[in-house]
């Protein structure tokens, strides 16, 4: 395709609320009838409204998303499609609107030291962190520290931290895995091809037997740039209850503890020569 092709190329014209409504069906593998009688309407009208000989109102739509446990964002797009305008609102975390958000997202990261501790949206890109986050990411090729910062690229890459993990087949393995089961529940196509990236990414196999950990969960073991020690975190996700905004329902705060003594006690180490 040349470039006067790609100028010229009008853009796809939005999906219609019934091809919404069917994919979401799809997602959910849900019929027809299962839907109308989870959203109490006839199976009738449903089958009108997906096939345009019905006009939902704003309520049904909002009923019927919320049945299909639509994200907020998707809910948004269902609305657009059937010509109303979205419910739920979206704004950057540094606007004005936000600024509460934004001090509690601080507190949270800085109460976190010396342990790493991150803020990330919906896409996996990075928001916030704290300093010992960012300490981990010394050695990085540049590029992929530049804005916006995938986190899940980064981790991946092989100019990344992919060289640093000591059980990169393992932790790359629950990476992706992840990544799918978000990718699936919330329709994002940036997701889909993220996954792509990610998976085409070289790497040593995943075990082909699931190990067992003491903590009964995969840590992410991370050398030290220069050193031969290992790290060894396990993580807890933090997401904020009943969001009604897009921006809110898709920050998700990634805090990292230490999953050996050995790996507690260099962190408190190196806090204290930070403060001294």
Known sequence: MTQADTLTQSPSPPAGVGTVLREWRGRRRMSQLDLAL???????????????RSSPSRDLLLRLAERLSMPLRAQNRLLLSAGYAPVHPEAALDAPELTEIRQTV???LTGHMPFPA?????QWTLLQANAAATALFEGIDPILLAPPLNVLRLSLHPQGLAPRIA??????H???????????GSGDPFLAELHAELSAYSAPPAPKENRTHPLLAVPLELRMPGSDR???????TTVFSAATSVTLSELALECF????AETRAALMKSQERSAS
């Open 38 to 52: 989870d959203a109490e309407i006839s199976a009738r009208h449903l089958s009108f409204v997906e096939s345009g």
């Open 106 to 108: 601080e507190t949270i």
């Open 118 to 122: 991150i803020a990330v949206d919906g």
């Open 167 to 172: 059980n990169l087949g393992e932790w790359r």
């Open 174 to 184: 629950h990476v992706l895995e992840r990544l799918r089961v978000q990718m699936e």
């Open 230 to 236: 290992v790290l060894r975190f396990i993580s807890t």
């Open 257 to 260: 503890y230490p999953a050996d």
